[in-house]
């Protein structure tokens, strides 16, 4: 499918499932949830975001480098994440964030080896936020009054996990019978990534990206003073919620990720507005931070 007709529905995906969650719960119950009432932990989230984009640029540092492709300087490759990062707010990650980290990159290191290290990163955390969101959407479902959230999540984790592993096994294994170059560098990359030597620290990063991605939401709840969403419970529906945005099924997340929030928090007693309004105050702080992501590039991403 062209890029403007995926677009288009991403897009209209978003708006529906926008318009099905407001219409159901009442925009005027949502936006009286919106206000926010203690500045200092929403700038709190919006520090906490902008750690995140330099942890992010670090772990696609690591990759890089894993991977043998020469990667320019940390301001440099900061200011590509930032401006990536502003960009998957309004387009898809494979069109926008990670389309332009592998132009930007394939200037200087070939498109080739740019795409690999982008991919590899993506894949990087991917997987490490199922091996988080896996034992968390368990753990939360013996609390909640409905599995049907946390089990989705859960059996999705597991889903990925085990593709992982297995499209490594089967390129390994296929490298030994092929003479095609892409399936043995493929193979090799899957090799190095999972050695011990990469895979712990970039795990470690990624880790603490999506720890960081929690302590975000929780920020954001005292903020709008949601005294009835715990940090406890955001704990455990924000690393499911996260994984199901992952889906290329809409605009920037948005509209997946609302429903998830929704479905989550509400078993665990937390009323829809409520976390409806925490979701969209999420993806919010997003957009904000990517102003600060397009700053990051004009400061030095653009060489």
């Known amino acids: 499918m062209k890029h403007p007709a995926r677009l288009a529905i991403q897009?209209?995906?978003?708006?529906a499932l926008m318009w099905v969650l407001l219409s159901h719960i009442g925009i005027e119950q949502v936006a009286a949830r919106l206000t926010v009432q203690k500045p200092i932990a929403a700038g709190m989230a919006i520090l906490l975001l902008s750690l995140q984009l330099v942890a992010c640029m670090l772990r696609w540092r690591m990759v890089c480098t894993a991977l043998g492709v020469r990667v320019p300087s940390s301001r440099l490759t900061l200011g590509w994440v930032g401006?990536?990062?502003?960009?998957?707010?309004i387009l898809p990650s494979s069109i926008g964030g990670d389309g332009y980290r592998i132009v930007a990159l394939g200037r200087r290191a070939g498109l080739a080896d740019a795409a690999r290290t982008v991919v590899a990163d993506r894949v990087a955390g991917l997987l490490t936020l199922s091996a988080l969101a896996l034992p968390m959407s368990l753990a939360?479902?013996?609390g909640s009054r409905s599995s049907t959230a946390f089990g989705a999540f859960a059996i999705a984790a597991a889903a990925v996990l085990i593709a992982g592993l297995f499209a490594a096994a089967v390129t390994r294994v296929l490298a030994r019978w092929t003479a095609s170059r892409l399936i043995r560098l493929v193979a090799a990359d899957f090799g190095?990534?999972?050695s011990r030597a990469t895979l712990l620290p970039v795990?470690?990063?990624?880790l603490a990206i999506h720890a960081l991605s929690i302590s975000i939401v929780v920020c954001l709840a005292a903020a709008?003073?949601?005294?009835?969403?715990?940090?406890w419970q955001a704990a455990l529906a924000v690393p499911g919620t996260l994984l199901a945005t992952a889906l290329p099924v809409s605009l920037g997340g948005w509209g997946i990720r609302e429903s998830s929030m929704v479905l989550a928090l509400t078993s665990f007693g937390v009323s829809d507005a409520a976390a409806l309004?925490?979701?969209?105050?999420?993806?919010?702080a997003m957009v904000?931070?990517?102003?600060?992501?397009?700053?990051l590039w004009l400061a030095g991403g653009h060489e």
């Open 288 to 295: 904000a931070t990517a102003v600060i992501g397009v700053g």
């Open 224 to 231: 709008l003073s949601l005294d009835e969403v715990p940090w």
């Open 192 to 194: 190095t990534m999972y």
């Open 11 to 15: 897009l209209l995906a978003s708006i």
């Open 83 to 89: 401006l990536g990062f502003a960009l998957s707010q």
């Open 140 to 142: 939360a479902i013996p």
């Open 203 to 206: 795990f470690a990063v990624s």
């Open 277 to 284: 309004a925490l979701s969209i105050t999420y993806g919010l």
